[in-house]
């Protein structure tokens, strides 16, 4: 039978079969129902999330994790699931990247180091390098986040001062380029199975001095302080308990006897005297949050 019997288009069925032209009415149909269920999908994915947020935090981080709204939560910041499983968000929300906190913290530096130059680790948007070019230090300095060094970088910090590299893998300057090198809330985003080395890079780079800030038990990070330490390594499942530190990027917490045991395993003569006078020569005000952690000089 053809359609001409059915619809009286003689010409047009005597060409194209019936059973054509019902599958091609079922593939369409299929098409569209598939097409629907999709779209209902997507609605449906949509207004879940509004109901039931999913957290930012990853199985491993890596740089992709430290984009914007890490540094200035344009859209309301990283989400992370508390304990109790409501889902916060947390952010340095700092649109300009820059904090006047860095212009007393580079002069003291000038003050007890007086370097010719410097390699500020772990840089970030560059606001501790400007502040140290303006105290007339030759300051770089490097980060993974490719937003922190490009788009997101402060105001004045100039693209060449900064680089983008990654701590886990060779660092581009020669053996004791460096008079100081200073590392400020970085090296708990260094997983353990790396720290060696980056410290090893970090000790090779420097010519004498190195200036550590580090996030240790009892002091801050992300939504809460830091109760207990922790180690987490790259690939292991994340406790929802720690989503309120680890959504800082704090994979490596421990006490401050920790890290001079640790840093000790270097050629390293710890100046705790430097230290105080730093803290002498920097506002508390300023301090504030610094002196929960460890502030750490080192002298090669």
């Not at 369409?28 to 999330?49: A, H, P």
């Not at 990027?249 to 100046?271: A, E, I, N, T």
Request: charged share 20%.
């Amino acid at each position: 039978m053809t359609l001409s019997v059915v619809l009286g288009f003689p010409f047009f069925c005597s060409i194209i079969p019936l059973t054509f032209i019902r599958a091609l009415f079922v593939l369409s149909y299929t098409v569209i129902v598939v097409l629907l269920f999709i779209l209902f999908s997507e609605y449906l994915k949509y207004y879940l999330s509004l109901a039931c947020p999913v957290s930012d935090i990853p199985r491993e981080f890596n740089a992709s994790y430290y984009d914007e709204e890490y540094f200035a939560g344009s859209r309301g910041g990283k989400s992370f699931r508390r304990a109790n499983g409501k889902i916060e968000h947390w952010s340095y929300f700092n649109p300009a990247g820059w904090w006047e906190g860095c212009v007393p913290i580079a002069k003291a530096w000038k003050t007890i180091f007086n370097p010719k130059n410097m390699l500020d680790c772990g840089a970030g948007r560059g606001p501790f390098v400007l502040a140290a070019r303006n105290e007339g230090i030759e300051a770089y300095g490097f980060d993974f986040s490719e937003w922190a060094v490009n788009e997101g970088r402060v105001e004045g910090c100039r693209a060449d001062w900064l680089k983008l590299h990654d701590a886990t893998k060779p660092w581009p300057w020669p053996d004791n380029s460096f008079d100081l090198c200073t590392a400020l809330d970085f090296f708990e985003h260094i997983y353990i199975e790396d720290l060696d080395f980056v410290i090893a890079e970090l000790y090779r780079v420097t010519r004498k001095w190195a200036f550590l800030q580090i996030a240790i038990v009892g002091g801050g990070s992300g939504y809460k302080i830091h109760e207990k330490g922790y180690i987490l390594k790259k690939g292991e499942p994340i406790p929802h308990e720690l989503e309120g530190n680890l959504v800082a990027g704090h994979v490596l917490v421990q006490p401050s006897d920790w890290w001079y045991d640790k840093l000790g395993q270097w050629d390293w003569f710890p100046r705790r005297d430097l230290v105080n006078w730093f803290i002498s020569l920097v506002p508390k005000e300023v301090l504030h949050n610094w002196l929960l952690n460890a502030i750490i000089v080192l002298e090669k």
